[in-house]
């Protein structure tokens, strides 16, 4: 079956360092969305991509999504404590309208 | 103000007991879904709806019910026959195919 995959699982970063965060499907999505999960809390909506190779930009966060429309990266510049939490990509199911196949997350742990 | 409503937030539970935890939302969102996640993984999606008196089965449905009677209720019954129950339940809805609105989450902990 479809299955979105994550990678790096966790990542530690230094304040003021810059990284980022790769979401891989084994299909083809018609979109890609992202969420934050702060520590405790929810996951909040941050953005959804659904052009091929489309590019956009919230602050210090860069949300790309693949020319095959595949995968999808999100960099973070110049990392903040406020960065904290597990980051997910979602995209829609192949096999049903109104499911979304959910990676397991990046946890982003930053020291100051 | 707009949003969802999840309770009880807390809830502990002792082993073959149901419990229902609630789901509201005043959005206007057709679609609702309960999702699980637990510690250190992704979400996992247990029911979603996408219309009154209609709901589907998602990845892990196995000991758990749900009903959509109202538009805006989405309540989901974790039964005795769901093995492993402790874990924080999530409600989110959306409007079609658009973005996901989370509720707070409901931590369910079976004693």
């Known amino acids: 079956g479809q299955q979105v995959m994550q990678i790096p699982q966790y990542q530690h970063v230094q304040e003021g360092e810059d990284f980022t965060t790769y979401c891989n499907s084994s299909?083809?999505?018609?979109?890609i969305q992202w969420y934050k999960q702060r520590p405790g809390g929810h996951p909040v909506f941050l953005i959804q991509?659904?052009?091929?190779?489309e590019v956009k930009k919230q602050k210090r966060l860069t949300f790309q999504f693949g020319e095959a429309k595949k995968n999808s990266s999100l960099h973070i510049t110049a990392t903040q404590t406020t960065d904290v939490g597990t980051y997910f990509c979602?995209?829609?199911?192949?096999?049903?309208?109104?499911?979304?196949?959910f990676g397991a997350g990046t946890q982003v742990v930053v020291t100051p | 103000d707009g949003g969802i409503t999840q309770s009880p937030k807390y809830l502990f539970r002792k082993e073959g007991q149901n419990v229902t935890l609630s789901c509201e939302q005043n959005?206007?969102?057709?679609?609702m879904y309960w999702y699980r996640q637990d510690p250190g993984q992704g979400l996992r999606l247990i029911y979603y709806?996408?219309?009154?008196?209609?709901?589907q089965k998602g990845d892990i449905a196995e000991g758990y019910s749900v009903s959509r009677e109202k538009k805006e209720s989405f309540p989901l019954t974790v039964t005795s026959a769901q093995k492993n129950p402790t874990a924080f339940y999530l409600c989110?809805?959306?409007?079609?195919?658009?973005?996901?609105?989370f509720g707070e989450g409901s931590r369910l902990t079976v004693l």
């Open positions: 979602a995209g829609p199911s192949a096999d049903s309208w109104g499911k979304l196949q």
């Open positions: 299909t083809t999505l018609s979109n």
């Open positions: 991509l659904v052009k091929s190779g």
């Open positions: 959005l206007n969102h057709d679609a």
């Open positions: 709806s996408q219309i009154v008196n209609d709901f």
């Open positions: 989110v809805s959306s409007l079609g195919r658009w973005e996901l609105f």
